[in-house]
C-alpha cells in the first residue's frame, strides 16, 4: 500500500521511492494531506525518536530529510491549493557572526517534517533581521542555532532586540545548537532549548501549545 512505501521510503531515506510511492499515493485518490500526516510526518517523528536514542545518526537523518522533501515537494503545491492548516509559522537562523548551517538546516527540515511553515533566514543573521523578520511575517516562533562560544551572547542580543521592539510577547523563542543548553535558554531568557533536531519539533509544538 502507498502510504506504507511512502513511510518505508522516507524512513530509510530513499528519495527517488519516496517520490515515486507519492505520486502512486495521488495517483489512487489519496489525498495530499493524508500522505503528509499519515506517512511523512510519522516517518520523521520516527526518525526524531530513532536518532534521540542513538539508533540513527546526523547523516541518516539527513538523507530522510531528504527523502521527505522529495515528497513534500510533489505535495506542497496541492497542500497550498487546499489551503490545509500548517502547524505553525517559524522563523528560524544562525545569530550574527556564525556561519554553521547544517544542524539549522537540519532542524528546519525536521521542523517542515512536523508540519511547520519554515522561513530560513539563513546564516550571519543580525538581530534587526530577526526583527523584521518577525514584524513582517509574524511567526508563532523564532528558532536560533549558535555553534560558537563567542556568537551564543548574539542569542541574548536578540532576544532583547525583540523586546525593545515590543514584539518578544508574541513569539515563543527555541535555541539550540552544540554550546548551547538549557540552562543557556534559561539565564537568557528564551522559551525552549533542543538538543537535537530529533526532539525539537515535539518542543517547538509544546512551546506553542500544539503537542
Ligand atoms: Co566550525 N567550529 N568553525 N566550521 N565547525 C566548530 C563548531 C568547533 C566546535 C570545531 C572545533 O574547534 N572543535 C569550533 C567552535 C569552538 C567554540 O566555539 N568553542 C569551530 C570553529 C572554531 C570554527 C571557526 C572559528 C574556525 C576558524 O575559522 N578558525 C570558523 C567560524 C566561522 C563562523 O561561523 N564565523 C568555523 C567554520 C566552519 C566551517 C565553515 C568550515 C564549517 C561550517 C559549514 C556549515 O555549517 N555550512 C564548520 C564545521 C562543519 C564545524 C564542525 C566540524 C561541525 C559542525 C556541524 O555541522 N555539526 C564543528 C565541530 C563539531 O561540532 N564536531 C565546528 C553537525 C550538526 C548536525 O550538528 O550543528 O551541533 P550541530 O546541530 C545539532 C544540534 O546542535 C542542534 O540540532 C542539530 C542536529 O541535531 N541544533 C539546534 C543546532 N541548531 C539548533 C537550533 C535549534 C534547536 C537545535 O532551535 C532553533
Same mark, same amino acid.
Given at each position: 500500500m502507498?502510504?506504507?512505501n511512502?513511510?518505508?521510503a522516507?524512513l +530509510?531515506?530513499?528519495a527517488?521511492a519516496a517520490?515515486?510511492a507519492t +505520486?502512486?499515493?495521488? *495517483? !489512487?485518490g489519496?489525498?495530499p /494531506?493524508?500522505?503528509?500526516?499519515k506517512a511523512c510526518?510519522?516517518? %520523521?517523528?520516527e526518525?526524531?525518536?530513532?536518532?534521540? @536514542?542513538?539508533?540513527?545518526f546526523?547523516? !541518516?537523518m539527513? @538523507?530522510?530529510?531528504?527523502?521527505m /522533501?522529495?515528497?513534500v +515537494?510533489?505535495l506542497?503545491?496541492l497542500?497550498? *491549493?487546499?489551503?490545509i /492548516?500548517? $502547524?505553525?509559522?517559524v522563523v @528560524?537562523? #544562525?545569530v550574527a557572526?556564525d556561519?554553521?548551517d547544517?544542524?539549522? +538546516?537540519?532542524?528546519?527540515? %525536521?521542523?517542515?517534517g $512536523?508540519?511547520?511553515?519554515?522561513?530560513?533566514?539563513g546564516t550571519?543573521?543580525s *538581530?534587526?533581521?530577526?526583527v523584521d523578520a518577525?514584524k513582517?511575517? /509574524?511567526?508563532?516562533?523564532v528558532g536560533?542555532?549558535?555553534l560558537?562560544? #563567542?556568537t551564543m551572547?548574539a542569542i541574548? #542580543?536578540?532576544i532583547?532586540a525583540l $523586546? !525593545?521592539a515590543?514584539?518578544?510577547?508574541q513569539?515563543k523563542?527555541?535555541?539550540?545548537g *552544540?554550546?548551547?543548553s538549557?540552562?543557556?535558554? #534559561?539565564?537568557?531568557g528564551?522559551d525552549?532549548f533542543?538538543a537535537?533536531?530529533?526532539?525539537?519539533?515535539?518542543?517547538?509544538?509544546t512551546l506553542?501549545?500544539a503537542a
Amino acid at each position: 500500500m502507498s502510504l506504507d512505501n511512502i513511510y518505508d521510503a522516507v524512513l +530509510n531515506g530513499k528519495a527517488a521511492a519516496a517520490a515515486e510511492a507519492t +505520486n502512486a499515493a495521488l *495517483a !489512487e485518490g489519496i489525498l495530499p /494531506q493524508d500522505i503528509l500526516h499519515k506517512a511523512c510526518i510519522p516517518a %520523521m517523528t520516527e526518525v526524531g525518536r530513532l536518532f534521540e @536514542i542513538g539508533e540513527k545518526f546526523v547523516p !541518516e537523518m539527513l @538523507i530522510a530529510a531528504r527523502a521527505m /522533501q522529495a515528497a513534500v +515537494n510533489i505535495l506542497k503545491p496541492l497542500l497550498v *491549493a487546499a489551503d490545509i /492548516q500548517s $502547524a505553525g509559522k517559524v522563523v @528560524i537562523g #544562525t545569530v550574527a557572526g556564525d556561519l554553521h548551517d547544517i544542524g539549522k +538546516n537540519l532542524v528546519g527540515m %525536521m521542523l517542515e517534517g $512536523a508540519g511547520f511553515e519554515i522561513i530560513d533566514l539563513g546564516t550571519d543573521v543580525s *538581530a534587526a533581521q530577526f526583527v523584521d523578520a518577525v514584524k513582517k511575517h /509574524q511567526p508563532d516562533l523564532v528558532g536560533m542555532s549558535a555553534l560558537l562560544t #563567542t556568537t551564543m551572547p548574539a542569542i541574548k #542580543t536578540t532576544i532583547d532586540a525583540l $523586546a !525593545e521592539a515590543g514584539v518578544r510577547g508574541q513569539v515563543k523563542v527555541i535555541i539550540g545548537g *552544540a554550546p548551547v543548553s538549557q540552562d543557556f535558554a #534559561t539565564k537568557v531568557g528564551a522559551d525552549g532549548f533542543a538538543a537535537d533536531a530529533g526532539s525539537a519539533p515535539r518542543i517547538a509544538k509544546t512551546l506553542i501549545g500544539a503537542a
